[in-house]
């Protein structure tokens, strides 16, 4: 469905040392800078899948996003969704796609909700039978009804993100890109959204491409996930791959009586763990030990720790998702050193 | 003095850098103003061509040249944007950031301005007067520039910037009332241009309609140191003229500052 | 083509709608444009007080043609005026974004976005002044003058809205890009006057470089002589035309350098 090949995006920009001086240097003499967004970014999404798409801040999703989308013309490399490349065929490209931009809104900003659809189903030649049957379902799925005759610029940002989202929907497209979705919304919105995108997934086969800082959006929503930083593929593959390879990470967590004075260093100096395989974090007697359970059995560990020192209170457990990826942003880090 | 000198200069350098930032505006700015002279240029030259005098009420050609091009100019170094700013602000609410520093609100504008208007100076109206000046002693052959004249301009241009500043400033809070700032601004840039003297030379007008213009601040915003640097007016007008840009400076003062109270209260009201 | 007219009539309809929730706005916009035309009107009468004629024109004949020239800014004005918001924010704050996953013409699609009503003051000024000067300018009226005249004014608007998309487009390059289309559409003002006031350099700049001359002078010469209809009214349709399919890929080139905003 979604085929992306070797992305490459370059923005120029001018640079500008500091203060005064920088500016009049910039004035008559601005130096550009070639910035790389995207240096070299593929994957593919078959049909019905909700892919998510993840990195930390500035990896470049958006600017993934945006090319998938036909926003921004690849520097090099080719994308290819549903047979066209975006940027050759826009209009008959953009009628199989649906984006939400999480930060902006497509609204009409003054106008009753409504109206906006009904610019949209014009624009979109969504026939009369066909719009009052998609209004009922995109009614049904996002509860739109409540706000749906008052001005864009009086909803709330979870009914305006819902208002986005069916937006977007009202023509079926078969591939939805949202931009972080979820951005700003408490719980129960942001529950409210994953469900609706779960259901017009399943009742649609729409394709969905998703980005997003919320890593509870990755485990209840995602097939599979597609990582990047610093513009180049990280991790490409299915949540529970993700777990099997990266997640022998274990946390131990235990207090320490009172009495007993350890510290870190004790604790360390008797483990051969180095690096990311042993984390720790102390908060006067509490400890938060995330070790490699592959260098290090979790029974060794255990029966080290209890050696050690006298402890009131300990417990192991599974590194969460949110602790795995973490992990694999911070090898990113660490490999660019 | 000293301190707060220096509490006002970083926003002064700011608008200095958000100037050269935006560089390929300004100098849109300063063509746009250019282009507009070059029109009036021909027309007057026109309007000269078929009076066949020479003269045109009491104004050469080479008078008109240089009214042309000092008024104008002059119009944009006391040009302030106060209002639109202001209005932005208003609008999108981010008044209230500026309202929790601590300095005085006006001066903080005022400053972020004033490097601005320092810009203007160097790079425009000073190049233009000597532009004009060599202009003129081509036409007539001898050099008519008068240090003394420059230097009562630049005080009478500081008065009509002051001036300025607080009339936009009240301009500003009509962003209170009224959202289509940018009518707003076209109808306050075309009575200013007009009042002011700018379009047309003050002296053209009807006598009577002259009389209250030259009275009324507008006139004290571009016309009074354009006049002052033709040498139009004698020593005791000159001391006239400036007076009345302070009279004007000091009641424009007072009003800002009462508008600027009942904003206040009015942004209270609105929870901001 | 049906559905072009189609969906620019619905857009229209929810600027109107939105026009009528602040109609005090639509106020301060006509009747800021009404006063600027009107200084510019006492303008032409203060130096009129004093010579009988301008460049052999006479004073009628300087009005008609001052008022000729308003009715193609006014037009595009009324019709095109978001184009200036793509060149001083919509491009630079990542807005243009929108008009991309649409599946309409991008430039369709942002002019038919915005209906400045704020025109209606050029235009009531324009109209006014060609029924106030008409008939006492000796105008050379024949069916022939009178049609071509009329044929060539949405040209003529075409040569303001050609000119606005190829400044407003610099922005997709320089993401901001307003001062230029202030400075290129400022030029106008060299419409209003007969251009043989200009110098030579000037003449043929406002002619062939900038043609602004086209949208007030020669179209206005025609009808006031009823000579040189080749280049009067042909050039107008011309020079449009050719300066319109010249914008529209400045335009679309534009469009591919695009850079968004944010991240």
């Known amino acids: 469905m979604i085929y992306a090949e070797h992305l490459r995006k370059e923005f120029k920009k001018t640079i500008k040392d500091p203060g005064l001086k920088g500016s009049f240097k910039a004035l008559f003499n601005p130096k550009k800078e070639i910035v790389v967004a995207a240096q070299d970014i593929s994957f593919h999404v078959p049909e019905g899948e909700i892919l998510g798409f993840i990195g930390p801040n500035g990896a470049g999703k958006s600017t993934v996003i945006k090319m998938l989308t036909g926003i921004l013309t690849p520097t090099r490399g080719e994308c290819r969704i549903n047979g066209k490349i975006p940027q050759n065929d826009r209009k008959n490209y953009v009628k199989e796609i649906g984006a939400v931009f999480g930060q902006r809104t497509q609204l009409w900003w003054d106008l009753p909700l409504q109206e906006t659809y009904l610019v949209l189903k014009e624009i979109y030649e969504v026939d009369d039978a066909k719009f009052k049957k998609r209004m009922s379902f995109l009614n049904e799925v996002l509860e739109l009804e409540k706000f749906i005759k008052s001005p864009v610029r009086t909803l709330s940002l979870g009914q305006r993100m819902r208002a986005d989202i069916a937006a977007s929907m009202l023509h079926s497209p078969k591939v939805l890109f949202l931009d972080e979705p979820t951005i700003g919304l408490d719980v129960v919105v942001k529950d409210n959204i994953r469900q609706a995108i779960m259901k017009i997934n399943k009742e649609e086969k729409t394709t969905v491409v998703l980005t997003t800082h919320d890593i509870s959006d990755i485990e209840l929503l995602c097939d599979r996930i597609v990582m990047i930083d610093k513009g180049r593929n990280v991790y490409d593959g299915s949540l529970h791959e993700l777990r099997e390879n990266f997640g022998q990470t274990r946390e131990l967590v235990f207090e320490t009586d009172t009495s007993a004075n350890l510290t870190e260093e004790q604790f360390r100096n008797g483990l051969k763990l180095t690096g990311n395989d042993l984390v720790i974090e102390r908060e006067k007697n509490n400890f938060k030990v995330r070790f490699n359970s592959t260098k290090m059995p979790v029974s060794e560990m255990l029966s080290y720790t209890l050696s050690l020192t006298k402890v009131k209170d300990i417990s192991v457990k599974d590194a969460d998702i949110e602790e795995i990826i973490r992990n694999l942003y911070r090898q990113g880090e660490t490999s660019d050193e | 003095m000293n301190k707060i000198i220096k509490s006002y200069v970083p926003f002064m350098k700011a608008g200095i850098q958000s100037l050269i930032i935006y560089r390929m505006n300004f100098l849109g700015f300063v063509i746009g103003g ?13 309007v000269f061509d078929s009076n066949g005098e020479g003269m045109f009420l009491g104004f050469s050609m080479t008078d008109m040249v240089i009214y042309l091009f000092l008024s104008n100019t002059t119009g944009q170094l006391t040009f302030s944007s106060v209002s639109n700013q202001i209005g932005e602000e208003i609008r999108d609410g981010s008044i209230s950031m500026r309202l929790l520093k601590p300095v005085n609100t006006d001066l903080s504008y005022m400053f972020a301005e004033l490097g601005e208007v320092l810009m203007k100076l160097v790079v425009l109206v000073l190049p233009i007067i000597l532009g004009l000046e060599i202009y003129r002693f081509c036409i007539t052959g001898t050099v008519m520039f008068n240090v003394v004249n420059l230097l009562l301009y ?21 962003a209170f009332y009224v959202k289509n700032l940018w009518g707003i601004g076209i109808l306050k840039n075309s009575i200013i241009g007009f009042l002011s003297g700018s379009l047309i030379p003050l002296a053209f007008m009807p006598d009577g309609l002259r009389m209250c213009l030259e009275y009324m601040p507008f006139a ?22 400036l007076g009345l840009q302070v009279v004007w400076a000091i009641l424009l003062y007072g009003l800002s500052k009462l508008i600027w109270f009942g904003a206040i209260k009015k942004l209270c009201v609105q929870g901001g | 083509m049906r559905r072009i007219w189609k969906i620019y009539k619905l857009l229209a309809a929810q600027n109107l709608k939105r026009l ?7 106020l301060t916009g006509a009747v800021s444009f009404l006063i600027d035309q009107a200084i510019g009107i006492a303008f032409i009468f203060i130096i009129f007080s004093q010579i009988p004629q301008l460049a052999g024109f006479t004073f009628e004949q300087i009005l008609f043609i001052y008022g000729f020239s308003q009715i193609p800014k006014g037009m595009d004005h009324l019709l095109t005026d978001n184009l200036w918001c793509v060149g001083y924010f919509i491009v630079r704050k990542g807005d243009f974004d929108k008009y991309l996953i649409r599946p309409i013409n991008p430039l369709f699609h942002v002019i038919a976005e915005t209906f400045q009503v704020d025109a209606i003051g050029e235009l009531v000024v324009g109209i006014g002044l060609l029924i106030y000067a008409t008939p006492n300018a000796g105008l050379h009226i024949t069916v022939w003058t009178v049609l071509l005249s009329i044929v060539a004014v949405p040209f003529a608007a075409l040569i303001y809205t050609s000119l606005k998309i190829m400044t407003s487009a610099l922005a997709f390059w320089m993401k901001s890009s307003g001062f230029i289309i202030q400075m290129v559409y400022g030029m106008n003002e060299f419409s209003k006057y007969p251009t043989t006031i200009y110098s030579f350099p000037v003449r043929i700049f406002v002619t062939y470089i900038i043609p602004f001359a086209f949208t007030g002078y020669y179209l206005s010469l025609y009808i006031l002589t009823g000579n040189d209809p080749w280049f009067n009214i042909g050039g107008v349709i011309l020079i449009s035309s050719i300066l319109f399919v010249i914008s529209v890929l400045i335009w679309n080139k534009g469009i591919s350098a695009y850079e968004s905003a944010g991240a």
């Open chain 2, 34 to 46: 250019l282009i507009y002279c070059f029109v009036m240029f021909y027309l007057w030259k026109g």
């Open chain 2, 220 to 241: 004290s915003m571009g016309y009074t140191p354009v006049m002052i640097y033709m040498g139009k007016y004698g020593t005791n007008e000159i001391l006239f003229r």
């Open chain 2, 154 to 174: 630049l005080l009478s241009a500081v008065l009509a910037y002051i001036i300025s500043f607080r009339v936009n400033l009240c301009f500003g809070f009509i």
């Open chain 3, 20 to 26: 009528m929730e602040y109609r005090a706005d639509f």
